[in-house]
């Protein structure tokens, strides 16, 4: 049965080989290995079996003794003689054990394994020393790979294994079921790192990591995820082997380098590949970091060596917390080489012995410098041998074996019944799961199913630093914090590292990849790590208000972010004030075409004055005085209301000037036709046609209060405009053009009449400049930008401007023909009264009229027969009286007669020759 079990054992083993060649280390590298020491045995009734990495692990060669796990061997060493001695733990039964060393190597901890399984005598010489008893439980081993390895070893041949050192949560699976261990699993280890990363507000680190399976890969994987729930950024993770090269190490550091403001580095691997790494980057210089780091390596005795105390000074460990026990320090510090004849008891110490105290206990060296140790030397205090290191878990490994043990035995006070054989290791087990005691972290040990530690963890968080003894600079570990019950208490000052390899500073560093961007900066991350990062300005009309704002936020259309982009000003809503130059302007020409029109129409008025479309003239003085009072509509702010409003008022007083001009020239040219009686008909309709024109333009998109956004001038341009604005103002154009067209046409017959200084030629000359002077204008209306106010002040000093055209059109000639030529004003005002006269005859109705004409007219006949008197009076003194006249009266009477024979329609048969008028019929 047992050399099939071992058959079976030799093909796993086999192939455990195979796979940890590819996860764990480059067995290529390793050539033929130098035989194995002996292991360090002692004999009991129950056997205890020990897996130490004693020696440090070195590919291709052997590495020399660990002191750490030296110590530690001792300490189950010692942990085993003291329960030997006790009374009351396992009365009359012996502990023996039996260390073996892995070198911190998987393979060989699974090859030495195979000494703790039961073998007969039967079995192949090449297998296990048959006359050595089995193990009823091993202890180790230290390293997370080779603990993975044994314990399915261990699990298949149901031996109990407790390890002292290993953390890998792998460990806490349930196939793992004969392994139990005394320490926290590494997520409570990495919680207590958080929490320390978290008190000193560092933001970002650095992570480094082992390439194996059962430590690096799977702590890394832990500590990034709850890295993340923290919102703490590892801006660089890199991880490396025991065989690294010295130059892939090298770019490790390059690489660190380039993060100038990472200052924390917290590193996940094992003892003997960080320390190559240390050392290179010993060589390197890399130096000013601050170094976290798991018990696995920062336990070591090695980092307070000057080999490696440079780079990781002022580090802080996460270690388990233990009670230092001064009978154990007593005991190491009396330990010897014991030799049996020519064999040493404990071939470990002995090659630590040599050399450290450069002798040899072999009875030929071969060596004639090399002296012989005599047992009567001692190891200097200061040997790392000697250094403080914690042990309890290692203890408390011991104390569960024996516990469980004592519980399985039956034992009393006094005697156990030492009847147990390997077959009964699930009875152990369970004994030992069942396991409760104070252990020696101050603790209680007890163990879940899984085998993991019931009670929480507690860790010591050490600070390495510096120390001179003898003018030698060294390094020291102070604790200065706990990490108990899930928190961190703080209780002594830490002690930095700087960019000097001696200097020392009590200030906490600052880690981050990237500053904090300020407001009105935002993040750019460098390349593709979303931890560092470049603060970029918000551009354009953006800003950010909140620190490492990750994006800038737009402003609104109408505000403008401030200088600092920290936030947004509203642009201020400008309108088309009075007080600015723009509206002087339109105030100033349309005050000053107001007061010249008043004084024009004060002058006609006064001195009587008028011209054919003078029983217009209040209409169109009206309307002439509303061209230059309309403009100043656009001082109006724009509301949706006072748009339409302006839309509507500010072209009328164009349309009623047109459509009276128009109905002049029409009675101008056909004199039979009088259409005073109509003048309100006609206004009344094209008025009504222009409203129906606005009202279109407003239903369908007339004009509304718009914005105008200007930018660089931080200005918001209101003014009344809409997407219909530019086809209502085209419709009302060609309307008043239509109204121009036919005042054209019937001023057209009267541009060369004489009559009243030519008045029909101003008229036509009126209707022909404002169609050319408005077409100019659609023209540029459409040349000038929407934005601004340029189109709304374009039409207002268009309207101020054809006021301008029909005052100085229309009644500027009329001064000059008042000024130079005022019989032609005469003529004009005769024929307006004869007009008057007939338009007062036939119209006029009432009574009172009808008198008053009665009376008028019995005057006139009285006056004619007055001059009929005086025309036979002249007949028969003719000469006299015509010599009279002529010097006096000729050119006035003739004139006065003239007039009045016309006005009466008298006909006088009586010719008077003259020789100054002819002949002229009366």
Known sequence: MAVSYLTLFLVITSLTLMINSKEVTNDALVEEATPLPESFHRVGDFLIGGLFDIHFFQVGTDGPINPLSLQWMYAMVFAIEDINNRTDLLPNVTLGFDIHDTRGDANIAVSNSLDFITTDTECDSSLPDPTRSSAIAVIGPRTNNAAVDTANFFNLFKVPQVSYAATSSILSQAQYEYFLRTVSSVENQIDALLSVIMHHNWTTVIL????????????????TEKSIELEICIALARQFRIDSTPDELSDIGREIKKFENIRVIVAIAEESPMLVLLSQFKRDRLYGYVWLGTDSWTVSTQLINPDYYPVVKGMLAIVPHTEQDDDFHEYIHDVRVQKSGLRVEDPFLAEYWEKQLNCTFAMTSGLADVRQCDNEEELPSSDPFFEYVPVGSIFDAVETIALALHDILNCTSTYCSKEYTTSESHLLLKAMNRSSFRGHSGNVIAFTTYGDLATSSWYDIKNLIPSYQNATFNGQWTTVSEWKHEELAMFAPTIWSTIDEVGRTDEAPRSFCSSQCSPGERLTNQDTNSCCWNCTKCGGNSYSQTENSDECTQCANNQSANAPKTGCDDFTNYFLEINSLTGILVVV???????????????????????????????????????????????????????????????????????LLMIASYSMYDTRKNMTGKTFLWLGVTIALQMVIVTIWIVTGGPEPQETIVR???????????????????????????????????????????????????????FVVHVMFWSAVSVTYLILPPDKHARTVLLSQCLTVSGYIFVSSLFVPKLYALKYKPQMLRQCTLSRQRQQWKFKRKHVKSRKVSNRRNIYLRGCRQVIRTLKTETLFIGSNIRSLTESFHRRYEQRFWTEVLTFSRLYDLKIDIMVKSPNIGGTQL
Do not use: H
């Open 208 to 223: 480094l990591y082992t390439d194996d399976f059962a430590f690096g890969r799977d702590t890394r994987q832990i500590f």
């Open 712 to 766: 660089p001038e931080g200005l918001v341009y209101v003014k009344c405009a809409s997407s219909g604005e530019l086809p209502g103002y085209f419709m009302v154009l060609v309307y008043q053009i239509i109204l121009d067209i036919a005042g054209t046409v019937f001023s057209y017959s009267l541009r060369m009449d004489k009559a009243n200084f030519y008045e029909g030629k101003f008229i036509f000359s009126t």
């Open 589 to 659: 020409s349309a005050i000053i075409g107001l007061v010249i029109s008043l004084i024009i129409f004060f002058i006609l008025i006064v001195k009587k004055v008028n011209g054919s479309f003078s029983r217009y003239g209040e209409a169109i003085f009206i309307a002439s005085l509303s061209c230059f009072l309309t403009p100043l509509l656009c001082f109006i702010r724009p509301t949706t209301w006072s748009c339409s409003l302006v839309a509507i008022i500010q072209p009328l007083p164009v349309t009623i000037l047109l459509t």
